[in-house]
């Protein structure tokens, strides 16, 4: 069955410094988002994205967010200068359509800011 | 505000019992309504989910779940638990935007 792959399975990063990560959603899927989950706590939409842009983002996703689809594979999750509060797993996760189709997330990345 | 609610932080069942996880919604309209499960360093799996239509849905690993709109309720089941059941459950419902809002979740604990 086809996955979501998510890369790298865990990143360290000091604060201030830029990150990126990577996901490879699954092949025929037009829909992407990005959740983040903070150590015990729930699962927190960050943004979708469809079509080449950002078709609904949460709070949390503020100017040092960004999301990108730089080829036909690859979508990707930039921090541009990290915080201590930015620790958490993300998660990647894709759809074949909107709304009344179930989501499918990939592993993971688990950022630790120091 | 919409939201997802899980009552239950932590249950803790023995190996073959029945299992019933809550999960409570608050949204406009009957939302999209789906179960995850994420093991240890895992990620998210679908178990099921309901979009409209028969009110018990079938899912995946002998997991079922029942919609009764008069409660707002989408609960979890399974009517007898193995050892690898034992994760963490994920209650979500997504409405006329795609999405999803989470409940705090339900750690399942199994003992032999």
């Known amino acids: 069955e086809p996955e979501v792959t998510q890369t790298p399975s865990h990143q360290v990063t000091q604060m201030g410094q830029e990150v990126i990560l990577r996901c490879v959603p699954i092949s025929n899927h037009l829909y992407f988002y990005w959740y983040r989950q903070i150590l015990g706590q729930k699962v927190e939409f960050l943004v979708s994205?469809?079509?080449?842009?950002?078709?609904?983002k949460s709070e949390i996703f503020d100017d040092q967010f960004s999301v990108e689809r730089p080829d036909g594979s690859n979508f990707t999750l930039k921090i541009r200068s990290t915080k201590l509060e930015d620790s958490a797993m993300y998660f990647c996760?894709?759809?074949?359509?909107?709304?009344?189709?179930?989501?499918?997330f990939g592993d993971g990345t688990r950022l630790s800011i120091l | 505000a919409q939201s997802v609610t899980q009552p239950d932080i932590h249950i803790t069942v023995s190996e073959g019992a029945s299992l019933e996880l809550r999960c409570n919604y608050s949204y406009g309209a009957t939302p999209y309504l789906f179960w995850y499960v994420q093991s240890p360093g895992q990620g998210l799996q679908l178990l099921l989910k309901?979009?409209?239509?028969?009110?018990l849905v079938q899912g995946i690993k002998g997991f079922e779940a029942e919609f009764k709109r008069s409660q707002s309720s989408f609960n979890l089941r399974k009517p007898s638990v193995h050892w690898s059941d034992a994760a963490e459950y994920f209650c979500?419902?997504?409405?006329?935007?795609?999405?999803?809002?989470f409940g705090t979740g339900t750690r399942l604990q199994v003992f032999p």
């Open positions: 309901y979009f409209s239509g028969d009110t």
């Open positions: 996760a894709s759809g074949r359509l909107h709304s009344n189709q179930p989501q499918h």
């Open positions: 979500a419902a997504s409405g006329n935007t795609d999405k999803l809002i």
């Open positions: 994205f469809y079509n080449n842009e950002i078709s609904e």
